[in-house]
């Protein structure tokens, strides 16, 4: 048990603390660099020897990224930048900027002149992503990140580093999409919260560490029989599950976290890399194997299928969507998937968040509500 | 003796048959398209299929005061208040075909990106609604100064996607003589629709810029279309002529030489237009219109990938900027309005740092305000008003600066 309490608490605190870890990086002089939101090809700057840092914004409030955007920008470019201009990623060497939204196009025009000091580093993947021409061109950008990445290092990147980091983050992806299902049957010790940090945890460490400690934990979870659960389980779909004050509320009104379908924790791994004889081609044809995520093109809205089947296969007793104010890619999700889940007549919280001022009162009130709502249907 | 036809009638006329056509076009049982304003029409042109427009009639509902209803059924259906208003506006006529203009639903939609990826999501889910097929012409962003050879040759392979796709739909070949056609005719008529804006070059400007709005409709319903080239001759002898007698479009002149950047507010266009003649200011120019200028060697479909490209909201920071600051320079601006469009993210989140940009390199003034295209709840007349005046303020400022400046440099002292 105090082995299980001591793994959860180091994830915890990585999570929490992600500045000791890029110290102890510091001081091993291991280059680090920026992953933006949402996703980064992290295998190349691994392969380059460097350490992936995802960089998910944080709560804080804005001072300077308003010379910048307008109010109305999701939280999540708006408080990237914010701590950006306060100098909090200078000891970052880079940062990779995808262009999957409105939002993010001009979050990495507006980095390279708000921060010049983090090296702004581009990313447009291709929407049209089930062509074979799209993986050439996705390949081409991989292409582009790789050799400025060699750059930075000083050295250059070899197949070989690729085809492990590859191999080093199926492996890890594999670890989480176990952890998550065990997570299930043991949702007394794993608290919404503990489950959102040990997955975050890993944005910030090394992932064959990561994955060290996450089995070790699956294995020290496993000792103990599945646990009872009095409460009722949702799913969480949608950006990120942020800020970490909802997730206390979650634990607060009896509710655990069934499955998720976020972007920042199962979307990242719930697919495997393709392995190939070309690293970067797998890479880039990784891409078009993903599915059911707001920034992959969608139009049978597949989305609301998979999330009524996930609803059913983990027995979840409703649906929270997650939805970062502003962000109009799961906006736009929302209507065409609720329509899904109430034939299906599972029920769907709306919860709105944001990370600059955020309305925790009223997202208490509504989880709460909602809380009562599933308790009383069975 | 019949009224001579004016560039404006002619306008209304092909308007009014582009929408009564395409509705006895669906009557008769011929497919319909819905397509994204700046989706390469070179494409459907050639396969001779009717198309609609969704962003030009959600404008048009939204110019005749029709948008209001429809935001707020779009926002009864779980659509966020804060998406684009065209999109919500055009996903509740979808539903409940409830518009002063109709326009018939699509059998197939085409959707390029090369002005936002919202558009994405919002075809996404007409295609999930209606079950219908979407051809999507991806265009990476161009987070460099212009695409990729790799960009080009993907977006390439979607052209032959989409031909693909667009002949299983219709059941018809590809005509690539007809094509070659189209694509010639487009480039004449995105010749004249430049010639015409920049005949507003002309101290004072020929015409008001707002009528640039009304006819840029024609180059995003028509761009391939011979009746095109028609009507953007007769507005070109129309402002030609007026240049020759020194016409402005005020009666007491032009005050003040302002550039409109971004869409136009028009739930609010009359009210915006009073209030630029009530403080002598012509919008002789706007970022937006000039979208549709669209040239490239007919037949070279490299370049055809790259102007599809290289629109203005799909290009990076010093990319606007340069284009800004020519426009500062070629129409002799003395203002920029910035439209702060709560709609439109794209547009937005680059300004600030564009307004910037282009006040370190020219000497235009620079002002802002908060509006919406189509959403009448996000404008405020107020505002607005304060802005003009407080515009107005500082270019005669500048301008008055500017004149001492000149009258020391002339010193010979
Ligand atoms: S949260 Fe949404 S709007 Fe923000 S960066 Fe992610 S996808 Fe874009
Ligand atoms: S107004 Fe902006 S967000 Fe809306 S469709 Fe046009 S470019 Fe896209």
Not at chain 1, 179 to 200: E, G
Not at chain 2, 129 to 150: F, K, Q, S
Not at chain 2, 391 to 408: F, G, P, R
Request: aromatic share 8%; hydrophobic share 40%.
């Amino acid at each position: 048990m105090t082995q299980l309490k001591d793994l959860l608490s180091v994830l915890e605190n990585v999570a929490n603390n992600p500045a000791q870890v890029i110290n102890k990086c510091l001081e091993e002089k291991r280059l680090m660099i920026g992953c933006a939101p949402e996703y980064c090809p992290e295998e190349i700057v691994y392969a380059a020897g460097m350490l992936p840092v995802g960089l998910w914004g944080g709560s804080t409030s804005i001072k300077n990224a308003n010379l910048y955007f307008p109010a109305f920008a999701c939280s999540l470019v708006q408080t990237t930048l914010e701590l950006g201009m306060r100098g909090v990623y200078d000891r970052l060497a880079g940062i990779i900027v995808p262009a999957h939204c409105d939002h993010l196009k001009c979050f990495g025009q507006d980095w390279k002149v708000a921060v010049p000091q983090v090296r702004f580093i581009p990313l447009a993947h291709p929407i049209n992503r089930k062509l074979e021409a799209a993986v050439e061109y996705l390949k081409s950008e991989y292409f582009r990140i790789k050799s400025v990445l060699e750059e930075i290092g000083g050295k250059p990147i070899s197949d070989q580093a690729l085809s492990e980091a590859i191999e080093i983050y199926n492996d890890h992806r594999k670890t989480l999409r176990e952890f998550t299902t065990i997570a299930r049957d043991y949702c007394t010790t794993i608290t919404p919260s503990l489950r959102h940090n040990v997955i975050k945890s890993g944005y910030f460490m090394d992932k064959l560490e990561h994955t060290q400690l996450v089995n070790s934990l699956i294995r020290e979870l496993k000792k103990a029989p599945p646990e009872e659960w009095q409460g009722k389980k949702v799913i969480l779909t949608g950006i990120m599950a942020e800020p970490n004050e909802i997730l206390d509320m979650f634990e607060d009104y009896g509710l655990a976290v069934a499955a998720d379908d976020l972007a920042q924790e199962s979307r990242q791994f719930r697919t495997d890399v393709p392995q190939g004889k070309d690293p970067l081609e797998g890479l880039a044809r990784y891409w078009s194997c993903m599915e059911g995520c707001s920034l992959l093109y969608d139009p049978q809205k597949n989305r609301r299928f998979m999330l009524k089947t996930m609803a059913e296969e983990s027995r979840a007793d409703g649906v929270v969507a997650c939805i970062m104010k502003f962000c109009e890619m799961e906006e736009f999700d929302y209507p065409i998937y609720k329509k899904t889940l109430e034939e299906a007549k599972i029920p769907l919280l709306y919860l709105e968040l944001d990370l600059v001022t955020p309305s925790l009162e009223q997202v208490r009130t509504r989880i709460q509500s909602f809380a009562e709502m599933i308790s009383r249907k069975r | 003796m019949p009224e001579k036809l004016t560039s404006r009638n002619l306008l209304n006329q092909l308007q009014t048959r582009h929408y009564t056509n395409a509705y006895a076009a669906k009557m008769k049982g011929q497919l319909v398209g819905w397509a994204t304003s700046i989706f390469p029409q070179e494409f459907c042109e050639t396969m001779g299929l009717t198309v609609v427009y969704p962003e030009n009639h959600a404008a048009a509902v939204a110019a005749k005061r029709g948008a209001l209803p429809l935001l707020e059924q779009a926002e009864s259906e779980g659509y966020s208040v804060d998406l684009c208003s065209y999109a919500r506006i055009n996903l509740a006529y979808m539903k409940s075909q409830a518009a002063e203009i109709p326009i018939p639903l699509p059998d197939f939609i085409l959707c390029c990106n090369n002005i936002c990826n919202t558009l994405i999501k919002w075809y996404e889910n007409i295609a999930a609604e209606l079950n219908i097929p979407m051809i999507l012409i991806d265009v990476p962003y161009n987070h460099g100064y212009e695409p990729t050879p790799a960009a080009i040759d993907y977006i390439k392979s979607e052209f032959g996607e989409c031909i693909r796709q667009l002949e299983k739909i219709t059941g018809q070949q590809f005509n690539q003589e007809r094509f070659q056609e189209v694509m010639i005719l487009s480039n004449e008529n995105s010749r004249a629709w430049k010639r015409a804006l920049d005949l507003n070059q002309a101290v004072p400007a020929p015409l008001n810029g707002f009528e640039l709005f009304n006819y840029m409709s024609q180059m995003v319903c028509a761009r391939g279309r011979q009746e095109t080239g028609e009507l953007l001759k007769l507005l070109i002898e129309e402002l030609e002529e007026k240049i020759r007698l020194g016409k402005s479009c005020y009666e007491d002149g032009e005050k003040c030489r302002v550039m409109w950047d971004g869409i136009a507010c028009w739930p609010h266009i009359k009210h915006n237009f009073k209030a630029f003649e009530k403080n002598g200011i012509n919008i002789v120019c706007s970022s937006y219109p000039e979208a549709w200028v669209l040239l490239y060697e007919p037949g070279n479909l490299d370049e055809l990938a790259k102007v599809y490209s290289m629109i203005g909201n799909n290009t990076c920071m010093e990319y606007q900027a340069d284009k800004r600051e020519r426009e500062v320079k070629n129409f002799k601006l003395d203002g920029i309005l910035f439209h702060v469009n709560r709609s439109c993210k794209v547009m937005d989140f680059m300004q600030y740092e564009q307004q910037r940009l282009v006040a370190a390199r020219t000497d235009v003034s620079i002002m802002n305000f908060d509006g919406d295209q189509a959403d009448p709840r996000n404008f405020a007349a107020a505002q607005f008003e304060t802005r003009l005046e407080a515009l107005m303020e500082i270019v005669a400022h500048n301008k008055s600066a500017k004149k001492s400046k000149e009258v020391t440099n002339n010193d010979p002292a």
